[in-house]
Structure formats: C-alpha cells, structure tokens
C-alpha cells in the first residue's frame, strides 16, 4: 500500500485546507484511516480516524469541532477539512491506514502504512 497526501500550504490564522491522502498499490477500502501530525521538536500525535465505511470518527480534543475527517472508498481517497485554523496546527501532517477491525485506534504504532507527509503552516 502507497499512500500520498497532499493539500498542505501557508494559510493564515482563521483559514481553511483540506487535505487528501491516496492510496494506490491495494485497497485500502477495508482498513480503518488516521491523521497524524507532527510539530517541530514534538512527537507525532493523532488528529482523525475514521472506520473503513465512514461510520464512525474520532478527534483529538485540540481540533473537534474545526476538523472533519471522511474518505472515498470508490476514488480511495481519504480527507481531511480543516477550518479556523491556529498557528499551533503548523505541522507536517501524514495520513495512515490501520489493518486493524476493531475499535479506531490511535497511536502510531498501530497503523501499518504511512504517507510521506504534507506540509502545512499557519500563519498568524
């Protein structure tokens, strides 16, 4: 599985991105999804996940209500809207696939596949 994200910018404090993630190589339509993000200087942190059929979604407290996570399984595609952002979301942020079937996950060690990241930066 090849993931690639993309959609990362500069954007200014109170401004909107989305990214995408797609994967190519196998699908990835039954594996659960997460975003991560990382700071400089700080570990990698979970943001979103979402189930293999979209059913259900998890966020980190520090972006509930200004981020939305959904995916595309026709297109193998997953998104991530971000809204109001803040300079504190300046990261490089990767998307991940997780073969796990349970419950959605979110420590990095738990998902199997990763992107190369995209960069995004928010100014104030």
């Known amino acids: 599985v090849q993931l690639q994200a993309s959609g990362g910018g500069l954007v200014q404090a109170g401004g909107s991105l989305r990214l995408s993630c797609a994967a190519s190589g196998r699908t990835v339509s039954s594996y659960a999804m997460g975003w991560f993000r990382q700071a400089p200087g700080k570990e990698r942190e979970s943001v979103a996940a979402i189930t293999w059929s979209g059913g259900s979604t998890h966020y980190a407290d520090s972006v509930k209500g200004r981020f939305t996570i959904s995916r595309d399984n026709a297109k193998s595609t997953v998104y991530l809207q971000m809204t109001s952002l803040k300079p504190e979301d300046t990261a490089v942020y990767y998307c991940?696939?997780?073969?796990?079937?349970?419950?959605?996950?979110?420590?990095?060690?738990?998902?199997?596949?990763w992107g190369q990241g995209t960069q995004v930066t928010v100014s104030s």
């Open positions: 991940a696939a997780d073969r796990w079937l349970g419950y959605l996950r979110s420590g990095t060690h738990e998902y199997d596949y």
